[in-house]
């Protein structure tokens, strides 16, 4: 069967879970330092005072992150090298029945596990640098804005803390410059390194068994950087740039047909194919043998637009559920739930008017641990 980053995509949730508890106790942590003697005269010497009682509560936050993420993360990895693996074994099966003997790449998983732990790992002291940093800050503006005549203490506590919570843990950028915080940094980082986990699985296959030639296969929500390769034969591996080739027909000894090549599998990744959350697959093809099918594609389904906008809105929908999490009176925490409910009405509203399922678990937050 032919392999596609998606795949993964329920052990990339698995591993992203561990860092949204890590987030969300993060903001409970800090909600629940700063009420503590609120409406004390010595409320802010008090809570400065409390810092090292924070700081630990916070290690402890990233030391329960770092136990429960390495081997999550092993684990995940090598899931997905063996789906990608197994989809190679059904799609060859007929070709090559001795395929499924290889031996599964342990090096490769390895290796993938380990750069993914470091990438995630970098991640672990920012949360305890901003976890304190936000609570200094908080303390600051509740301490000046009465002075200023400007609100209670109370409300500007809570209004600090709720851009906190709103926007978690940030700071984390990715090699494309983009801006991402701590869950949905973590989650793609894991994303991609399952993504490719499986298709190198599959080409470790796909090589094994003499295939050199793999299809790439119409999809929906396709994005701009995919879409040009799609329904293009790629290398496995080698040279890029597209030509004509003769290669050796895959089933008559001999002949020779000659196949037109838009690059190397390595050239289509670089450029944008197989992303964290591209919809496309890769298969086999055989010389002579495959021909390029018409598309199977429902025209009238989700843009890619479309299904950007669906991911918005999650995010939207879990970012007001954290600043419930964090609110330090009912009122605002009565408010944030109120946003909460809007946005997943304009989810019903799109999935009604796309077709795009819809995507609950996305919608959750994962309860502390």
Known sequence: MPVSPDMAEDLASAVASLYEQAELSLIEKVASAL?????????????????????????????????????AIHRAVAEAYNRGAQAAVVELGALAPTVATIPAGTQAVDQLAAALVQETGATHQRILR????????????????????????????????????????????????????????????????????????????????????????????????CKPWEGKVLRREGPS?????????????GRMVRVRVAGSLLEARAAGLLHPNCRHSVSSYLPGVTRALPSKVDRT??????????????????RWKREAAGAMDEKKKAQANARVRAYQGRIRELVAESGLPRKSHREQLTGPR
């Open 130 to 225: 901003q976890g304190l940093d936000v609570y200094r800050q908080v303390i600051a503006e509740a301490t000046s804005a009465p002075l200023l005549g400007a609100t209670t203490r109370r409300e500007a506590a809570g209004r600090a803390l709720a851009r906190f919570a709103g926007k978690g843990v940030t700071g984390f950028v990715d090699r494309a410059g983009r801006a991402w915080n701590l869950t949905s940094y973590a989650e793609m980082a894991t994303r991609s390194a399952l993504g490719r986990a499986a298709v190198d699985a599959h080409t470790d296959r796909m090589a094994a068994s003499g295939i050199d030639l793999v299809i790439v296969s119409d999809a929906p929500e396709k994005c701009a950087r």
């Open 35 to 71: 009420a503590e003697g609120l409406g004390s005269p010595r409320w802010a010497v008090l809570r400065i005072q409390s810092i090292g009682s924070l700081r630990t509560a916070i290690e402890d936050i990233i030391a329960a992150l770092q136990t429960a993420s390495v081997p």
């Open 301 to 318: 389904r989700a843009t890619y637009e479309q299904s950007q906008q669906q991911r918005y809105f999650e995010r939207q929908v879990r």
């Open 241 to 253: 740039g597209a030509g004509i080739v003769e290669v050796e027909h895959a089933t008559e000894d």
